[in-house]
T-cell receptor, first 115, second 108 residues
Framework: NAGVMQNPRHLVRRRGQEARLRCSPM?????VYWYRQLPEEGLKFMVY????????ESGMPKERFSAEFPKEGPSILRIQQVVRGDSAAYFC?????????????FGSGTRLTVV | AQRVTQPEKLLSVFKGAPVELKCNYS??????LFWYVQYSRQRLQLLLR??SRESIKGFTADLNKGETSFHLKKPFAQEEDSAMYYC??????????FGAGTILRVKS
């Protein structure tokens, strides 16, 4: 079991470009969570998805950010027209069930740098 | 709003000394609390959770509802314990609310 796979590990984008971050959950996990870690800060919840459904997007910025978890393929976090303030580490986690006490498994993260 | 506070950004101790990483929370319901650890260049890993009342790698954490704390303790620090430690609270059973993290440095 390869665990939660995120790619790319590092992503550099110019201001105004689009960033696409991918997350493949652990085998058997149908719940995916995205977190963002800004420099000097803890991880902040962004969005919680199940297959083809967004369950909770209360942490997502209102503009430019979107997430999906299609029936087939990885979950995608998409950031349009990136700005310098989007530079951060983006972590994905998956779990087998809805409740946190099952435990989350985190990916290694994608470090986005906007230049 | 639910919050998790880790007051120390950095905790530096000598090998063999006791360690206590502080975590305080605010939550209106019955909290589910966790400690996660991130070793250098590795992914975030679950260290322990309060519901299982276990000891992992010599670390323990007790939930104190009166003081709304979930401090992480180890009686004798080892160099391999050096890492970033995050306290987290599970909100409504799914998403996690994290503290800002504490870097633990164990010096020889």
């Amino acid at each position: 079991n390869a665990g939660v796979m995120q790619n790319p590990r590092h992503l550099v984008r110019r201001r105004g470009q689009e960033a696409r971050l991918r997350c493949s959950p652990m085998k058997g996990h149908s719940h995916v969570y995205w977190y963002r870690q800004l420099p000097e800060e803890g991880l902040k919840f962004m969005v919680y998805l199940q297959k083809e459904n967004i369950i909770d997007e209360s942490g997502m910025p209102k503009e430019r950010f979107s997430a999906e978890f299609p029936k087939e393929g990885p979950s995608i976090l998409r950031i349009q027209q990136v700005v310098r303030g989007d530079s951060a580490a983006y972590f994905c986690a998956s779990s087998p069930g809805r409740r946190g006490d099952y435990g989350y498994t985190f990916g290694s993260g994608t470090r986005l740098t906007v230049v | 709003a639910q919050r998790v506070t880790q007051p120390e950004k950095l905790l530096s101790v000598f090998k063999g000394a006791p360690v206590e990483l502080k975590c305080n929370y605010s939550y209106s319901g019955s909290p589910e609390l966790f400690w996660y650890v991130q070793y250098s260049r590795q992914r975030l890993q679950l260290l322990l959770r309060h519901i299982s009342r276990e000891s992992i790698k010599g670390f323990t954490a007790d939930l104190n509802k009166g003081e709304t704390s979930f401090h992480l303790k180890k009686p004798f620090a080892q160099e391999e314990d050096s890492a970033m430690y995050y306290c987290a609270l599970s909100e409504y059973g799914n998403k996690l609310v994290f503290g800002a993290g504490t870097i633990l440095r164990v010096k020889s």
